[in-house]
Every structure is written in structure tokens, then in C-alpha cells.
T-cell receptor, first 113, second 112 residues
């Protein structure tokens, strides 16, 4: 699985958009970008994933650059409950390789009142 | 959907003792995973089951560690002769093929 690079920490004001970047310059054509988050003392929670098109769900939007070497997770209106460590993971589709995930150290997002 | 359940939430044990953790996956999820997480680090993969078959084990899973999923439903992770380095959060996750993993809230092990 390709390696990812994320900033170790970010701050965001409550109610504003939180934009979390991820670099994955060695991504392969069959690898997806997945985002998980982990709130303190809880297990990781799936947020969203995509291959090359932008994706949106009820939690967030995922913007993938045209060359697929980087992506941004957008939380449109951050709340205090969004304070968590956000992990960007690049891997092949779920059906192959037993679906294991390789987590990095992620970005600690702190939403401030 | 009651989520992935792990028991106990916390376990304190003395070095050299054996411990066992239980994971109840989301019903009908045939894939089950164990991960370990130490402070400040992301979770690390330990092992993976599809139904009752253990299909993959990480090199992190030393011979003191054993995982089972006897009937393809709940799973247990046993650590024998615990060491202080085993202190960590042990996370369980489950999934259906082709769908994202759902994690439990983990068992925090402290070895004194």
C-alpha cells in the first residue's frame, strides 16, 4: 500500500470548514484513498473513500487531485465533536488483500469554540 | 446494528500473567480483524479472519499471542506470559466483503 503524509496537527474554528490535506505521491492506479477518524478513547470510524472522482456523504467531502497524488478531506461546518485524529489511508479495493488497513500517525484536528 | 462490542474495556494485569479479550462483531459480518494501538501511534494490524478461518497474521503477532474465532462469530485474543511491552489498546473490527471496517472501542491493557 502507498505511503501517505499528513500534517501532525491542525486547528479549526467551530462552524468553519476544516480542510485536512494528505499527500500520496506514490499511489497506484488501483489504490483508493480512505479516511478514518478516531475520537479520544474510541475506535476508528470510517468517514469516506474515493478512487479519482470527488466524493461527498453526510459526514464529509473528499477532493482528489487530477494526478491523484494528493487529496483533501473537508468537514464543511466543524463542530467540537469533530475533534479527533484523522487518518488518510491508501490501499487497493476492499475485496483484495484481506481488507487490512495500514494506519499512519494521522492529523490531530482540534476544533476550537 | 449494535456495533462491534469488546470486553473488557480495561484490563490491568501483572507481568507474566495470561489475559484473554473477547470481540463480538456486527452480526452477519464474516470478516473480523484485530489491531493493536500504542499511545500516539495509529492502529497496527495483527490478524484477520474470514468466517472461522484465520487468513492472515502480522509479524507483530508473536507466539505468545493467539486468536480464535471458533464458530465464525465472536473472537478471542489471548496473550500468554504478558510483558510490559504488551501494554496497548487492542481493537477489534468487522466487515462484510467489499465494505469498510467497523471498529469497536477497544480493550486497554496495562501490564504492571
Amino acid at each position: 500500500d502507498a505511503k501517505t503524509t499528513q500534517p501532525p496537527s491542525m486547528d479549526c474554528a467551530e462552524g468553519r470548514a476544516a480542510n485536512l490535506p494528505c499527500n500520496h505521491s506514490t499511489i497506484s492506479g488501483n489504490e483508493y484513498v480512505y479516511w478514518y477518524r478516531q475520537i479520544h478513547s474510541q475506535g476508528p470510524q470510517y468517514i469516506i473513500h474515493g478512487l479519482k472522482n470527488n466524493e461527498t456523504n453526510e459526514m464529509a467531502s473528499l477532493i482528489i487531485t487530477e494526478d491523484r497524488k494528493s487529496s483533501t478531506l473537508i468537514l464543511p461546518h466543524a463542530t467540537l465533536r469533530d475533534t479527533a485524529v484523522y487518518y488518510c489511508i491508501v490501499r487497493v479495493a476492499w475485496e483484495t488483500s484481506g481488507s487490512r488497513l495500514t494506519f499512519g500517525e494521522g492529523t490531530q484536528l482540534t476544533v476550537n469554540p | 446494528d449494535t456495533g462491534v462490542s469488546q470486553d473488557p474495556r480495561h484490563k490491568i494485569t501483572k507481568r507474566g500473567q495470561n489475559v484473554t479479550f473477547r470481540c463480538d462483531p456486527i452480526s452477519e459480518h464474516n470478516r473480523l480483524y484485530w489491531y493493536r494501538q500504542t499511545l500516539g501511534q495509529g492502529p497496527e494490524f495483527l490478524t484477520y479472519f474470514q468466517n472461522e478461518a484465520q487468513l492472515e497474521k502480522s509479524r507483530l503477532l508473536s507466539d505468545r499471542f493467539s486468536a480464535e474465532r471458533p464458530k465464525g462469530s465472536f473472537s478471542t485474543l489471548e496473550i500468554q506470559r504478558t510483558e510490559q511491552g504488551d501494554s496497548a489498546m487492542y481493537l477489534c473490527a468487522s466487515s462484510l466483503p467489499g465494505l469498510p471496517l467497523h471498529f469497536g472501542n477497544g480493550t486497554r491493557l496495562t501490564v504492571t
